[in-house]
């Protein structure tokens, strides 16, 4: 199987390499256009700061290219957000594939959150043997709202999106790279797909 994890500058892509090879897959890095059309799985990292993130995107055109790809995609916390329509962090356009807006955290908690968080109302194939309830590992101070494309939500200040689909897009707020043995599930079942 061909899998490429999107190189655009703004992922931590080494912890999701090394959770794909202990699935038993490789996996290639790359902004090239042609290898990441040409690839079975596609996964989108993101780690850092949204507007600076959609700028690297735009410079290698891959704000054009990821909304059109047709195999099954799945967006890892910044990844996710930037699939959507926009982000309240630095008053940022999405790509727009998510139908849902990223707000902040307001200052009533502790911003980012950080650490583990359950997952509840799983809805999706990329959810199979994973427990309503299942802890998952979050970093974030933005968070999706509520929508109809939500298949799993997480409660921190209010209950909001923790994982979307829409068609062959999949997007998780939390790392399954770093969400031990529920998190490498996830990763499986998507590659399985």
């Known amino acids: 199987m061909n899998i490429v994890i999107i190189d655009y500058g703004a992922g931590n892509v080494k912890s999701i390499e090394f959770a794909i090879n202990r699935l038993g897959y490789n996996i290639v890095l790359s902004n090239n256009i042609e290898v990441i059309k040409n690839a079975d799985k596609v996964i989108f990292p993101g780690v850092g700061e949204a507007n600076s993130a959609m700028q690297m995107l735009k410079k290698s055109r891959l704000d054009e290219l990821i909304p059109t790809l047709k195999q099954p995609v799945l967006g890892i916390c910044l990844g996710m957000q930037l699939m959507c329509n926009h982000t309240e962090e630095g008053n940022t356009k999405g790509l727009g594939i998510f139908d849902v807006n990223v707000k902040r955290f307001s200052n009533t908690v502790k911003v980012p959150q950080m650490g583990w968080n359950t ?61 031990s043995s529920a998190g490498e599930q996830l990763l499986k079942n998507f590659l399985e797909l």
């Open 119 to 179: 997952i509840k109302k799983l809805r999706s194939d990329v959810f199979k043997s994973i427990d309503e309830n299942t802890y998952m590992y979050l970093v974030h101070s933005y968070y999706a709202e509520s929508c109809k494309q939500a298949i799993a939500v997480t409660h921190y200040e209010k209950a909001y999106t923790s994982a979307l689909q829409y068609e062959n897009f999949y997007g998780v707020q939390f790392h399954p790279e770093k969400s």
